[in-house]
């Protein structure tokens, strides 16, 4: 380890270890004084000094090692944003159940990786990162992170993908989409439900891993609002209030359980949903603490007034001898 290094790890343990005010409401950050090179600092569930503290340490830090140096100060980097009306990136990260949002001037590095509640890319023919999606792509929103004989792997619906006349996927290969055009290539479908004999409309895709490509068990809200940390599965009960998020109607659109789809046993929910909603997470209203628990897969919408029904958790992951990923302490 270089001399350089040390110094810039110590200074990270010492100023995050200094004297604490009262902590940020869970679901929503507190704007921060700012500290260092940052333009703002905004934090959920840790203190603003804690924020400050990360920030001062981090304008020592090139942009090109800022993953490197936010794990070795304790914090977990979900994703490096370039803003569009400046010559600057945001930085989000989370520690337990705390979550940063740091605003530093200059080229945003390529940190990027899979959380549920993002907007996918399914299609034919190749994607190229960059290229426009080909044409007869789908575009859906991705699912909560499992694991699959051991491999961590990301859940969307079934039809994003689709089935051929013999039954095989028809649109294979899927991008974690960044607006305008598919920006990290995921690779092919891994596992389709739709094709076995009781069809349940959910997939497996391989998710990112390795240098700026972070997988989290977590909801994105957006680069504005903190995300929600998965804790464990619930069963989709009669009245429970449930939320899902999906890349067309948004984060958090929340609502009841109130009937099943006709003919199925697909919960049917109050809330609404639109094309592109589907394959995201269906979870319960959060908690306090900003945690909430894997309910389902987004799945049809169904009326006149586009009831939004989704596949259950439970059954997909028994289906797929699956693990569900939760957020650690969850």
């Known amino acids: 380890m270089t001399r350089a290094r040390q110094i810039i790890l110590l200074s990270l343990s010492v100023l995050l270890a200094c004297a604490a005010s009262a902590n940020a409401q869970a679901g929503e950050y507190t704007h921060c004084d700012r500290a260092g090179d940052a333009i703002f600092v905004d934090v959920s569930g840790a203190t ?3 924020a400050r503290a990360l920030a001062t340490a981090l304008a020592a830090v090139p942009g090109a090692n800022i993953e490197g140096a936010l794990v070795a100060a304790g914090w977990t980097p979900l994703r490096v944003a370039a803003t569009e009306a400046q010559n600057a990136y945001d930085v989000i990260a989370t520690r337990g159940l705390a979550t940063l949002l740091i605003r530093r001037p200059g080229a945003a590095p390529d940190v990027d990786g899979w959380m549920a509640g993002r907007e996918l890319v399914f299609a034919r023919g190749a994607l190229v990162p960059g290229a426009p999606a080909p044409k007869g792509a789908a575009v859906c ?19 994003c993908a689709n089935l051929t006349k013999k039954g095989t996927t028809l649109r294979r290969n899927a991008a974690l989409r960044r607006p305008p055009q598919p920006g990290i290539v ?7 439900l739709m094709r076995r004999a009781r069809k349940l409309d959910a997939l497996v895709l391989p998710v990112p891993s390795g240098p700026g490509r972070p997988s989290a068990a977590v909801i994105d809200r957006g680069l504005f609002n903190p995300p929600w940390f998965v804790r464990r599965t619930a069963r989709p009960v009669l009245g429970r209030r449930v939320c899902y998020t999906g890349r067309t109607s948004g984060a958090d659109q929340c609502g009841r359980i109130v009937r099943s789809f006709p003919g199925t046993r697909l919960p049917c929910t109050t809330i609404t949903a639109r094309e592109g909603d589907s394959g995201g997470p269906v979870y319960t209203a959060p908690a306090a603490d900003g945690t909430v628990r894997a309910v389902g897969i987004t799945t049809i919408v169904f009326g006149l007034l586009q009831s939004m029904c989704f596949t259950p958790i439970e059954p997909v992951l028994d289906a797929l001898n699956a693990k569900l990923v939760t957020y650690p302490g969850g």
């Open 141 to 159: 929103t991705s699912g909560f992170l499992i694991l699959l004989a051991g491999h961590p792997g990301g859940l969307s619906a079934g039809h």
């Open 186 to 192: 995921l690779g092919g479908v891994r596992r389709n």
């Open 48 to 50: 603003c000094d804690e």
